[in-house]
């Protein structure tokens, strides 16, 4: 199962809002933010579910959505409350802590869309993953979106294979034997990112459709832009037009399954289509 008190504590002290300010965060709020808005009706109502500090909530309140914000922490919350207020942004209708698993505060039906754009790295267990789904699939009206992001497995693995060469202290060899048997990473020590699960596009798409969602699409989102995020955005002022091509060929091949497996963060586009068992 699971240790939630290791993840709240992880994101007690991660900077997650600036994290989408850094070059890396930013191109994948920039890749996702046109993917998400393209795939929502005007004025929908929409539950940002595991969206910590609130950017995603804060830019499509902007555009006129009602958003309503949920995060298994409590510190992030808080900070999401206070630039809400600062901001004065008045069509976020509610800030709620919950866990992904467990959507008991929101009624059936109640919402045109779902972001869940960080819950599923952290879930390593295959009922909690089922029970997030379906509790999504329950909180849609018929016909909603979901938006899900995940690590998948060959980036996740690679990725705690080279934290084992930085912090040695949190990955044994043990403990990196086990990503590339089971996409689960449990990090021995205290500090860094804590419990994570990176499944592979198809795994990913099995535990949506198995559970009355239909793909509309999946894609990388910073695709062969992941770890030239620093040069790339260099280019706006360097070179505008070498800049416009560099995202536009992102973007173009960011559906190749090679891309997705290989190049960080990924998301999923489903449409509730059937009866959730």
């Given at each position: 199962m699971t240790d939630f008190e290791r993840v709240k504590s992880y994101y007690s002290v991660f900077d997650e809002w600036n994290r989408l300010d850094a070059p890396e965060g930013k191109l994948e709020f920039d890749m996702s933010m046109p993917i998400i808005t393209s795939n929502l009706n005007q004025e929908s109502e929409i539950l940002d579910l595991g969206g910590g500090p609130g950017r995603y909530t804060i830019e499509l309140a902007k555009l006129g959505h009602s958003l309503h914000l949920a995060d298994l922490s409590q510190t992030l919350l808080d900070s999401a409350k206070q630039k809400i207020d600062e901001l004065g942004i008045d069509n976020?209708?509610?800030?709620?802590?919950a866990n992904a698993v467990d959507l008991s505060s929101f009624k059936s039906g109640s919402f045109d869309a779902v972001l869940l754009l960080g819950p599923l790295y952290?879930?390593?267990?295959?009922t909690e993953r089922v029970s997030?789904?379906?509790?999504?699939?329950?909180?849609?009206k018929p016909n909603g979106k979901v938006f899900a992001s995940f690590v998948p497995y060959?980036?996740?693995?690679?990725?705690?294979?080279g934290r084992m060469f930085i912090f040695p202290d949190q990955v044994t060899s043990e403990t990196l034997s086990k990503v590339f048997d089971s996409g689960i990473f449990n990090n021995i020590a205290n500090r860094g990112f804590q419990e994570g699960y990176y499944p592979t596009s198809t795994e990913l798409l099995e535990l949506f459709g198995n559970n009355g969602f239909?793909?509309?699409?999946?894609?990388?989102?910073?695709?062969w832009g992941s770890g030239r995020e620093e040069q790339i955005y260099k280019?706006?002022?360097e070179s505008p037009e070498k800049y416009d091509t560099v995202i536009e060929l992102i973007s173009k091949t960011a559906d190749d399954p090679s891309i997705i497996e290989m190049c960080s963060h990924a998301i999923y586009c489903g449409q509730k289509t059937t009866i959730c068992k």
């Amino acid at each position: 199962m699971t240790d939630f008190e290791r993840v709240k504590s992880y994101y007690s002290v991660f900077d997650e809002w600036n994290r989408l300010d850094a070059p890396e965060g930013k191109l994948e709020f920039d890749m996702s933010m046109p993917i998400i808005t393209s795939n929502l009706n005007q004025e929908s109502e929409i539950l940002d579910l595991g969206g910590g500090p609130g950017r995603y909530t804060i830019e499509l309140a902007k555009l006129g959505h009602s958003l309503h914000l949920a995060d298994l922490s409590q510190t992030l919350l808080d900070s999401a409350k206070q630039k809400i207020d600062e901001l004065g942004i008045d069509n976020v209708k509610s800030i709620t802590q919950a866990n992904a698993v467990d959507l008991s505060s929101f009624k059936s039906g109640s919402f045109d869309a779902v972001l869940l754009l960080g819950p599923l790295y952290h879930l390593t267990n295959e009922t909690e993953r089922v029970s997030c789904v379906k509790e999504v699939h329950r909180v849609l009206k018929p016909n909603g979106k979901v938006f899900a992001s995940f690590v998948p497995y060959l980036t996740g693995a690679i990725g705690v294979a080279g934290r084992m060469f930085i912090f040695p202290d949190q990955v044994t060899s043990e403990t990196l034997s086990k990503v590339f048997d089971s996409g689960i990473f449990n990090n021995i020590a205290n500090r860094g990112f804590q419990e994570g699960y990176y499944p592979t596009s198809t795994e990913l798409l099995e535990l949506f459709g198995n559970n009355g969602f239909s793909k509309i699409l999946i894609r990388s989102i910073r695709g062969w832009g992941s770890g030239r995020e620093e040069q790339i955005y260099k280019l706006i002022n360097e070179s505008p037009e070498k800049y416009d091509t560099v995202i536009e060929l992102i973007s173009k091949t960011a559906d190749d399954p090679s891309i997705i497996e290989m190049c960080s963060h990924a998301i999923y586009c489903g449409q509730k289509t059937t009866i959730c068992k």
